[in-house]
């Protein structure tokens, strides 16, 4: 509409003029409008500069289309426009996002052959669509890549080439991953440690864990919640919920701010091992805490937890979850069948079993409509 008004007007436009116009439709990730502004441009006579380019691949970046964004690249080269570093990662997250990681990976190699891949953006990108499929060789060899150029990988890139073998199942090349940025000095950050305790998690690391808990200890940012939130849940996973319950009370000797995660991690140990009364105890815990808010999770396990030797108990919280305004979920209807089932009372069986086939349609129906 500005630029209408511009032509009445009989006011002069420019390349910036439009750059701005280009821009502004990344809001709204209206590639189409982006790209009639362009065609608009090139109409009108104006000089082809980089930045309305640059502009209309980041808006089909912002729309995760792969196939405009590829076109553009192919006719700035065809002018003799030479794309940026934010240019290209953007055209590599517009593939990611279309799932055409032949073309992202395209793309980087015709950079690479450009000298243009030096910009840890750009390896970033590239590294995310390698972490979205699991793909941790590529993953590794992409970082060997970055290192051998002399570039030195920023925190994301690195978190993202251990989320890259987390995804593929590679746990202990995960650990590799982190240790070896050590030893090279390279930064890590808070993430890090988090998914390096998630790999040791997964992978039923408990001793390796423990000695990245006292390595992180020794950081400038230390041990953090989400980390420890981790260590809790790999302890408990082994049904040593004794452990678990002594972990949580040692937060604060660490001056860590207990969450919800936190809570849940000893709950999900106690339902494990069948520690009802505990659980029954952490949830009190947090209605007690004005900071804390139990979720979904937290009534569901807690259910679970007494279904088997208190199922009276587990009814009644599943009514309390229901109250709270709590939506229950399959976990949450499977725990209160178990506690039925337990208590032998035909009337709550036949209630709860209607609610969640209810509620079993309900989900379906969703799951089609979303799909059509």
């Known amino acids: 509409a500005i630029l209408d008004e511009m032509d009445r007007k009989g006011i002069e436009k420019d390349s910036f003029t439009f750059t701005n116009a280009i821009t502004a439709c990344k809001g709204s990730g ?22 309305p380019y640059c502009a209309a691949i980041s808006v089909c970046s912002r729309a995760g289309v792969w196939e405009p964004a590829l076109e553009l690249l192919k006719e700035m080269h065809g002018l003799g426009l030479k794309p940026n570093q934010i240019t290209l990662s953007a055209a590599i997250s517009a593939f990611r996002h279309q799932d055409s990681l032949v073309n992202a990976v395209k793309t980087f190699q015709f950079m690479k052959l450009k000298g243009e891949t030096s910009h840890p953006k750009t390896y970033g990108s590239m590294m995310s669509a390698y972490a979205s499929k699991g793909m941790w060789a590529d993953a590794l060899d992409l970082l060997d890549s970055m290192l051998e150029s002399g570039a030195v990988p920023n925190p994301i890139t690195l978190n993202l080439a251990i989320e ?43 001793p ?51 969450d ?19 659980s029954l105890e952490m949830l009190d815990l947090i209605k007690a805490n004005a900071g804390v808010e139990p979720n979904g999770f937290t009534y569901s396990a807690t259910i679970s937890a007494c279904a088997q030797d208190a199922p009276t108990q587990a009814l009644m919280l599943f009514q309390d979850m229901k109250a709270v305004g709590l939506s229950p979920t399959e976990f949450s209807y499977c725990a209160a069948l178990n506690a039925c089932k337990a208590s032998k009372d035909p009337a709550s069986t036949r209630f709860i079993l209607s609610e969640a086939m209810d509620w079993l349609k309900s989900s379906s129906s969703s799951s089609s409509s979303s799909s059509s």
């Not at 020794?218 to 420890?228: I, K």
């Open 260 to 278: 919800i995660f936190s809570y849940n991690a000893v709950i999900a140990s106690c339902m494990k091992a069948g520690a009802w009364e505990k």
């Open 208 to 258: 390796q864990a423990t000695m990245l808990l006292e390595s992180m200890a020794q950081e400038s940012f230390g041990v953090t919640t989400s980390a420890f939130n981790v260590y809790i849940n790999l302890v408990g996973s082994t049904r040593e919920w004794e452990e678990a319950v002594a972990l949580f009370e040692e937060m604060d000797e660490r001056g860590l701010q207990r």
């Open 30 to 51: 209206d590639w189409q409008a982006a790209f009639n502004l362009l065609r608009r441009m090139r109409n009108t006579g104006i000089r082809a500069t980089n930045a």
């Open 164 to 206: 890259s073998c987390i995804e593929g199942k590679e746990y202990r090349r995960a650990l590799d991953v982190y240790y070896e940025a050590k030893a090279n000095q390279q930064p890590v950050d808070e993430v890090t440690h988090r998914l390096v305790m998630e790999a040791c998690r997964r992978g039923r690391m408990a």
